[in-house]
Structures are given as structure tokens and as C-alpha cells.
């Protein structure tokens, strides 16, 4: 089987992952239907539902979110693999490569957070 990639670039650089390392750590490659929305019952959290969990845990309230800060919030989302998600979402949002999620970059984070589709449990 053929792995597909998504790309993912900024004026910088260019990054190529596998598409199934954003769905669910791969799973199409081993055989189960790949879909990177949530399955089961529950509404979808909105763009400022997702703002709102995400300045929650920024728990040093210095307006940045660092890995660990993402992982707790991919967390009580639901996520299966939270560390992994944080990882992925600052390849996808940290622009200028710090580590951090600063307020520019915070929408950039919500938006490929909400394509992600977590759902209330």
C-alpha cells in the first residue's frame, strides 16, 4: 500500500508527513479506515470553544503555549495520543520554530485543531 503525504509548508520551509500520521497514528496502513473526524455521539466543539480550552491551560498565563501546555489541552479533548498531537500541532503552527504557540500564531492552532473534529464526550 502506498502512503499519501499532506504537505505542510510556510514561507521557510516545506514539510512532507504521511497523511496517516495525522489520522490516528497510521491505522490505514494497517489495515482500519482511515477518517480523522471523531466517531460517536456528541457535538463538535466550535473555533471558540477550541480558543477557550486552549487559554485554559495556559497555566503560566504568559500568553504562549508551550508542548506540555498543548498536550494537557489535546488531553481533555480526548485525543488519543496528546503528546503526539501537541508535537504535530506545533509542526503545523509554531511558524518561527520556538516551541512555543504565541498569540500570532494562535489562530493557525485553532483552525487545524477544529479540522481535527473533537467532539464532546
Known amino acids: 500500500m502506498q502512503a499519501s503525504w499532506d504537505h505542510y509548508s510556510d514561507e521557510n520551509d516545506d514539510l512532507f508527513l504521511p497523511k496517516c500520521l495525522d489520522k490516528s ?3 490505514g496502513i494497517l489495515g ?3 477518517n480523522h473526524k471523531k466517531q460517536g455521539p456528541g457535538l463538535a466543539f466550535t473555533e ?3 480558543r477557550n480550552v486552549f487559554r485554559r491551560y495556559d497555566v503560566d498565563g504568559d500568553s504562549h503555549l508551550n508542548k506540555q501546555e498543548l498536550k494537557n489541552a489535546f488531553t481533555s479533548l480526548g485525543s488519543r495520543f496528546p ?3 501537541a508535537s504535530l500541532a506545533l509542526l503545523h503552527a509554531d511558524k518561527n520554530r520556538n516551541g ?3 498569540q500570532t ?3 493557525t492552532l485553532v483552525k487545524y485543531t477544529f479540522k481535527r473534529g473533537y467532539k464532546y464526550r
Do not use: V
Open 32 to 34: 482500519a479506515t482511515l
Open 83 to 85: 503528546g503526539f498531537r
Open 105 to 107: 500564531e494562535f489562530e
Open 48 to 50: 471558540e470553544e477550541l
Open 100 to 102: 512555543l504557540i504565541d
Open 25 to 27: 497514528l497510521c491505522k
